[in-house]
């Protein structure tokens, strides 16, 4: 059984946007951290935002700050990656994770923690 489902991506052109969902199922979301990866072809795995239990900080790789926002609705069990002017270097097979997590822990860009995954749903950014 799937718990986490990955939905919202697609082609998009340079300069466009995509949001993408995670529906998730199982315990409560608030129990979780959560995160968003990607993988482009040919190249290793990477950890694009994160977000604590609470909601009140996040983190983002370089790459995307200030183009990228990830939030999350507990009660939908839903999270989300906003994604604003999408480049080819974007392009890649984006996957949500969550972690069980206490409280106040500091959301991580590293998968290891993360224990739940989608399957991903696959992004291309071109003209």
């Known amino acids: 059984q799937l718990q986490l489902v990955e939905s919202g991506g697609g082609v998009v052109q340079p300069g466009g946007s995509l949001t993408l969902s995670c529906k998730t199922s199982?315990?409560?979301?608030?129990?979780?951290?959560l995160g968003w990866f990607r993988q482009a072809p040919g190249k290793e795995r990477e950890g694009v935002a994160c977000?604590?239990?609470?909601?009140?900080?996040?983190d983002y790789v370089d790459s995307v700050k200030g183009r990228f926002t990830i939030s999350r609705d507990n009660e939908k069990r839903t999270f989300y990656l906003q994604m604003n002017n999408l480049q080819p270097e974007d392009t890649g097979r984006y996957s949500c994770?969550?972690?069980?997590?206490?409280?106040?822990?500091?959301?991580?860009?590293?998968?290891?923690?993360?224990?739940?995954w989608g399957q991903g749903t696959q992004v291309i950014v071109s003209s």
């Open positions: 977000i604590s239990r609470s909601g009140s900080t996040s």
């Open positions: 994770a969550r972690e069980w997590a206490s409280e106040f822990k500091i959301c991580e860009l590293r998968a290891s923690p993360y224990q739940d």
């Open positions: 199982g315990f409560g979301l608030d129990n979780y951290v």
